[in-house]
């Protein structure tokens, strides 16, 4: 006589079970490793890019510093040498309502591509990187104490028991980069009267 129902004794599927459960585990975690690898890619990316665009800022403080000592030896302001700008070094445009910026006494508190008193590179084009500059600043007594100086040299004694004056500038540098980067640096500078250099241009 023949049973109609008999116990199930083959288990062989459950390998196959099991194989498709663990691809799906893997594929899940490869999935979240290359998302979390893209993210950090990124992040490192931003970073770079504001460490950079924070570099070149402070950059444009120092070349900012040098033009404008240049700009005080130069007690009538730079000459337009490219229609009527400054270029300078073939590298930096000084506007023509700026070539005697260190006469500026306006407080400065921004800079912005529409409100600049220098800029480079010269000839850069809209969305390319390129640094701001705006420098504003002012006439500073400096008190002085009872001491004499002397050099050693012949007519270089000093004396500064009457104290002397600094010109004391604010420096705005801001530089904007490939995807909206923008970093800004302020520093003041002190010019020390009397202490200029030859003009150059």
């Known amino acids: 006589m023949k049973h109609l129902f008999q116990k199930a004794t083959n288990e062989d599927g459950y390998v196959l079970v099991l194989a498709m459960m663990i691809m799906l585990i893997l594929t899940l975690l490869g999935i979240a490793a290359t998302n979390t690898t893209t993210t950090e890619l990124m ?3 931003n970073d770079t890019l504001h460490k950079k665009t924070f570099y070149e800022a402070d950059g444009g403080t120092e070349i900012a510093a040098s ?3 240049e700009n005080i030896a130069c007690i009538t302001g730079f000459t337009a040498n490219d229609g009527s700008d400054a270029l300078l070094d073939n590298f930096i445009r000084v506007p023509s309502a700026s070539l005697n910026l260190w006469q500026n006494t306006d407080q400065v508190n921004s800079v912005a591509d529409g409100d600049r008193d220098l800029f480079f590179p010269d000839g850069y084009v809209a969305g390319e990187p390129h640094t701001n500059v705006k420098i504003g600043g ?5 008190t002085g104490s009872a001491l004499q100086m002397a050099a050693g040299y012949e007519g270089k004694g ?3 028991g009457a104290g002397g004056s600094h010109l004391l500038y604010d420096i705005y540098a801001q530089h904007h980069d490939v995807k909206n980067a923008e970093s800004v640096v ?15 241009y």
């Not at 002012?138 to 400096?142: G, N, P």
């Not at 302020?186 to 150059?200: A, D, F, L, S």
């Open 43 to 45: 992040i490192a990316g």
């Open 186 to 200: 302020h520093v003041q500078w002190r010019h020390t009267i009397g202490q200029e250099g030859e003009c150059y």
């Open 158 to 160: 000093k004396g500064i």
């Open 67 to 69: 033009v404008l000592e």
């Open 138 to 142: 002012q006439a500073e007594m400096t």
